[in-house]
């Protein structure tokens, strides 16, 4: 079971917007709607930004966002601040094998 | 609110077995369409989910590790479980243990702190 791809790393500076990729196949992510985005700062565990592709948990600010388009999903972050420095993963359901479950590479993001 | 905490050793031998334990605490671990996993993040790398398993016992293991996997869920004890076998230093790794729900999306919605387990002789 392959990993889905991020890019390694995207920059911006305080304010900017920037999109982070997550491409899969139509088994995973372009066959569902259960795309999920996580962010992790150093030494802690990941938090749960965005699921069900664009839905927000309560408590996330509305600065970040997601879509999906065919097998590609994408997180995007509005206004970048500094506390925004961190790694994130996209998931998504996958039908391909006994897994049930699958992450994205991981892309660093820096605030310039 | 829900809680979950993994324990064990931290210092595993090559070749032996890696046994951890996730307790959840504010919830039920029979609870429907939630499902328990455990996931792994060697230092320096991103994360890769090892499986998960449903209250009912029904397991889904990652391919690449089924061989070595178990993992199992106690009821009475709120509590599922993880067993690695015939370790090698490349599972040196942070575990963690998180709750996946299947009936939102399956988003890892709680995850615990995570614990660095070692294996080295």
């Known amino acids: 079971q392959s990993a889905l791809t991020q890019p390694a790393s995207v920059s911006g500076s305080p304010g900017q917007s920037i999109t982070i990729s997550c491409t899969g196949t139509?088994?995973?992510?372009?066959?569902?709607?259960?795309v999920s985005w996580y962010q992790q700062h150093p030494g802690k565990a990941p938090k749960l930004m965005i699921y069900?592709?664009?839905n927000r948990p309560s408590g996330v600010f509305n600065r970040f966002s997601g879509s999906k388009s065919g097998n590609t999903a994408s997180l995007t972050i509005s206004g970048l601040q500094a506390e925004d420095e961190a790694d994130y993963y996209c998931?998504?359901?996958?039908?391909?094998?006994?897994?049930?479950?699958?992450f994205g590479t991981g892309t660093k993001v820096t605030v310039l | 609110q829900l809680q979950l905490q993994e324990s064990g050793p931290v210092l595993v031998k090559p070749s032996e077995t890696l046994s951890l334990t996730c307790a959840v605490s504010?919830?039920?671990?029979?609870?429907?369409?939630?499902?328990w996993g455990w996931i792994r993040q060697p230092p320096g790398k991103g994360l890769e989910w090892i499986g998960s398993?449903?209250?009912?016992?029904?397991?889904y293991y990652n391919p690449s590790l089924k061989r070595r996997v178990t993992i199992s869920v106690d009821t009475s004890n709120n509590q599922f479980s993880l067993e690695l076998r015939s370790v090698t230093v490349a599972d040196t790794a942070v575990y963690y243990c998180?709750?996946?729900?299947?009936?939102?999306?399956?988003?890892?919605?709680?995850w615990g702190q995570g614990t660095l387990v070692t294996v080295s002789s």
């Open positions: 998180a709750r996946l729900d299947g009936g939102g999306g399956w988003a890892t919605d709680y």
């Open positions: 504010g919830g039920s671990i029979s609870s429907s369409s939630y499902y």
């Open positions: 398993v449903y209250y009912s016992g029904s397991t």
């Open positions: 139509s088994s995973d992510v372009g066959g569902y709607n259960y």
């Open positions: 069900e592709v664009t």
């Open positions: 998931s998504s359901y996958t039908s391909s094998s006994t897994l049930l479950y699958v």
